[in-house]
């Protein structure tokens, strides 16, 4: 019952439902929103650090500046505009005014977690710039999250330092959402890269960066390849130390690629024309490295035809009937 009230007439009309029908009817049609769901909202105003947004609910909800993107941004105007609807994700519950949080910022995430895991599973190589460096290496970012490549994956003569501002080629190494975790390796993007016009039983010629006990690392082209201590020569050698010398230029041929691992094996061993020569006469292996290698191929062509070809006709195995099988299990 509702009055109807002028200065001259008071009258009371019969609409047929009360206050609290009303207010019946409004929970009636009221959505239930919780934290987590993704709803559609229209922007219905701007404000300098955020924006209200009518997404259905009895009061609008409130999206802060630094959940409108995965990247910072200064102003709200640089990602909505008035009257634009698009999805919203619920970040938290109502505050005591009633007021939902809104975050687009929570999508963007999910979205590009899904993307790096879809890039990782291709095992695409992708670019990025770096923006940062630190001791332990380099950081970029892939799709809009935060990438990590550490220093032992960083393939270049430059100080990491210097790499501010660089777009590097990388490959995935990680990608672990639930930890949080993007690691990549420009190294492997360059091994593979080099790979794909690298051969077994190729000669290069490298330039010796490192010396380990276990072996020398030699530089093919900006790549670096480990020839083994135990493909150094065919004689004994207690360390490479006795072979070589940091920026020597050798020759050595290319015993194995691994690009899922992002290594290349190399061998002076397999090119010494007499053993021992890389130990009393390293020139000599260099000068006939080229004939060595092509041996060196014919004898591993020889050995995949030797490993496919059909074996003679064997007599047939005599038919034996079902009931003289023994037993897949004995009996107990």
Known sequence: MIRMVNPDITTEIDVGFTHEDFAALLDKYDYHFSPGDVVAGTVFSLEPRGALIDIGAKTAAYIPIQEMSINRIDNPDEVLQSNET?????????????????SIRRIEYMRAWERVRQLQA?????????????????????????????????STRKPKEDLVGEE???????????????VLSHRRALVERKMNRLEVGEVVIGTVRGIKPYGAFID???????LHISEISHDHIDTPHSVFNVNDEVKVMIIDLDAERGRISLST?????EPGDMVKNPQVVYDKAEEMAAKYREQVLAQQQAKVMPLPDAEP????????????????
Not at 86 to 102: C, S
Not at 220 to 226: A, K, T
């Open 86 to 102: 698009r999805e919203f994700f619920i970040l938290a519950d109502e505050n005591e005014d009633g007021q939902l949080t809104l």
């Open 122 to 154: 291709e095992d695409a190589t992708v670019r990025s710039i770096v923006f940062a460096t630190n001791r332990g290496g380099a950081l970029v970012r892939i799709e809009g999250l935060r990438g990590f490549i550490p220093g032992s994956h960083i």
């Open 168 to 182: 590097l080629p990388l490959k995935f190494l990680e990608v672990d959402e639930e930890r949080n975790r993007l």
């Open 220 to 226: 093919i082209g900006g790549v670096s390849g480990l």
């Open 269 to 273: 061993k397999q090119l010494e024309p």
């Open 317 to 332: 195995e005599p038919e034996v009937e079902v009931d003289d099988l023994p037993p897949a299990t004995e009996d107990e």
